[in-house]
């Protein structure tokens, strides 16, 4: 048996494609020879994350009350009218964005991937030597053993989280902002830190162009999201990563203008001033996500992301958009009054606020097809729209998060009535003053101690639903034979998968485990708020065409290496879960 797999990095089945550890260094220039395919040399691969199907719907088509009627993303309106839209998309589950966008990355699921959430649990691996900047305790590592920890691959990691750049010595950002003492680690590798690239368990799209021979760059939210090389890549699978994390403190941003706003001060002071944070503010959002929109318009010019030095234009390049995700979840209190966004009603009428960052992605996409015209190469590019998760509820009236107050009806977590038993890690335990928590949003993953069987800890749960005393809001209950529908058996190899939880909760829609009073919305669970979301496949060649079929967000890496001239085998995932290419695209012909 693999000592890789005795730590949880692998599954007992996987092997890997020799493309997935073997890489070129950067083209010299010009375009990607990507084996002889006729049209095809680019992928524009954008995230913009909450974006449900229906709000693409809505923007596109227009919805009453809203821009008197008319369309208000005419940008994503002209890409489909060259483009083959999916309206019955599902996300990965749990649609968390750490899952979210593997399942975009390598064609996977969490069973194939080992990414549940970007703070989760591993049976196997060991503490990272210092304490995270969130809290997960540093702590000894026992070689060749199982030890057991909370995971943690999100702003935690930096080096300094306040820090736009990650803490970085030099430069701004990346890979060289990931402390690898707070990383966590492997018994059976000599307690080896675990980079992000190597605890997802397959290889990548990234992967797979870079060993070709392409010149790949991308933009996401935090360091540890650098986890999109791959596994066995070293990191190096993106040859221009650029991650200004979005957990850091607000900062001005010199020469940067969003939509015409100058981002030198920050437009919303009041924010900066009583939050510190680039999510507590609408405005100060869109300076944001324009730097890494900047990023991508100077991909497509043949710069690097920062504009400082020529680069060969990308064959897979793209970003996620924060913008609709805060959108559909801020209620903005630092304001008099008091700005809310979300939705006006259950069919997705977004509010002035959410609307304005819709809008803003969509001009910002608009920005970038008109430089792929400028530079000739429109003709030659894939763009590919979708998000990695939705958010919940759409009828944001229905939000319920916890509450303290007598009466209200959710009062608390399945994670906190566990642990009140004494059923819990301790890292993962609310009830550690100074530890990170347990792996909750509108939905609950919980790994149970040796104290706890799951039986017992499932019956204390069930006893609280449906009755009238259902103070977690519990929808549906995941364990045993029905969490294996969906993933490996829980437990310790051979026989279960270090990763899986024991219990997996979806509680009622609306519910979210979470005391926050600055949210109306969160994403991570199963319901269709969550995982249903916008996938726009376009290319001038294209006719307009709508799929219905359900598809999901893993069909995209295939998608992407289809397109490209590549063999979508060549992804460990597509390969072990049969991932199909999306339906409706005829890259031969094209």
């Known amino acids: 048996m693999s000592s890789k797999w005795k730590a949880g990095i692998l599954t007992a089945a996987l092997l890997f494609s020799p493309m997935a550890n ?16 006729s049209r095809i040399r680019h992928v524009l691969l954008i995230s913009i ?12 088509k ?21 483009g083959v839209n999916y309206r019955d998309t599902s996300t990965s589950k749990p649609s968390d964005s750490f899952p979210g966008l593997m399942a975009l990355m390598t064609g996977g699921s969490p069973r194939t991937v080992g990414a549940f959430y970007d703070v989760a649990y591993d049976r196997v691996l060991a503490p990272p030597t210092v304490t995270t900047g969130d809290g997960v305790a540093g702590g000894t590592c026992t070689a060749g053993a199982p030890n057991g920890t909370t995971t943690e691959f999100d702003e935690g990691i930096d080096f300094d989280q306040t820090k736009l750049n990650g803490g970085a010595p030099t430069g701004d950002g990346g890979i060289a902002s990931i402390d690898p003492a ?14 992000p690239w190597d605890f997802v368990r397959t290889n990548t799209i990234f992967g797979v162009i870079h060993a070709a021979g392409g010149y790949t760059a991308w933009s996401d939210k935090h360091p540890s999201y650098s986890s999109v090389s791959g596994h066995g890549s ?50 100060n959002m869109m300076c944001y996500d324009q730097i890494k929109v900047n990023a991508v318009l100077n991909w497509i010019n043949g710069k690097t992301h920062n504009g400082s030095a020529s680069a060969p234009r990308p064959a897979l390049m793209g970003m996620n958009f924060q913008v609709v995700s805060v959108g559909q979840k801020l209620i903005e209190k630092s304001l008099t009054p008091t700005v809310t966004g979300g939705y006006a009603d259950s069919i997705g009428t977004p509010t002035a606020s959410l609307l304005s960052e819709i809008q803003f992605a969509d001009a910002s996409i608009g920005a970038m097809v008109s430089a792929l015209k400028k530079n000739g190469i429109y003709d030659k590019t894939l763009v590919i729209i979708t998000a990695k998760h ?10 319920l998060g916890i509450s303290n107050s007598t009466g209200d009806p959710i009062t608390t977590s399945p994670a906190t009535i566990l642990d009140g038993l004494g059923c819990l890690p301790l890292s993962e335990s609310p009830s550690n003053p100074t530890g990170i928590g347990p792996t909750e949003d509108d939905v609950s993953l919980v790994w149970l101690n040796s104290s706890c069987t799951t039986a017992g800890a499932v019956a204390s749960l069930r006893s609280m639903s449906p009755t009238t005393s259902n103070i977690a809001g519990i929808g549906e209950l995941f364990s045993g034979p029905n969490l294996r529908t969906y ?27 979470s005391g926050s009073g600055k949210k109306l919305a969160e994403h991570g669970g199963f319901s269709r708020d969550d995982t249903n979301v916008m996938i726009l496949v376009s290319n001038p060649s294209f006719e307009a065409k709508t799929v219905f079929i359900p598809v999901e967000t893993l069909q995209v890496a295939p998608t992407v290496l289809k397109a490209l001239g590549l063999d979508p085998n060549a992804l460990d995932a597509v390969r072990l879960e049969g991932t199909q290419v999306l339906p409706g695209l005829d890259f031969d012909n094209q």
Not at 62 to 82: H, K, R
Request: proline content about 12%; some cysteine.
């Open 182 to 195: 707070r990383l966590i680690r492997d018994p059976y590798n000599n307690c080896a830190p675990v980079y």
């Open 22 to 37: 073997v890489y070129a260094g950067p083209n010299d220039g010009g375009e990607w020879e990507n084996g002889g395919h």
């Open 390 to 399: 939705g958010q919940s509820p759409i009828d944001s009236a229905r939000y």
């Open 487 to 513: 993933f490996n058996a829980p437990g310790l190899p051979p026989n279960g998968d270090p990763r899986t939880p024991d219990i997996l909760t979806t509680p009622d829609i609306g519910v979210t485990y």
């Open 62 to 82: 227009g919805i009453a009350g809203v821009n008197g009627g008319e369309p208000y993303c005419p940008n994503l309106a002209e890409l489909a009218e060259t």
């Open 234 to 283: 070293g990191g190096k699978a993106v040859n221009d990563y650029y991650s200004p994390d979005i957990n850091s403190i607000p900062v001005p941003l010199p020469g940067v203008t969003a939509q015409g706003v100058s981002c030198d001060p920050l437009p919303d002071q009041t924010a900066v001033t009583s939050s510190n944070a680039w999510t507590d503010s609408f405005q």
């Open 49 to 60: 994350d909450g974006m449900h199907a229906v709000d693409f719907l809505n923007c596109s």
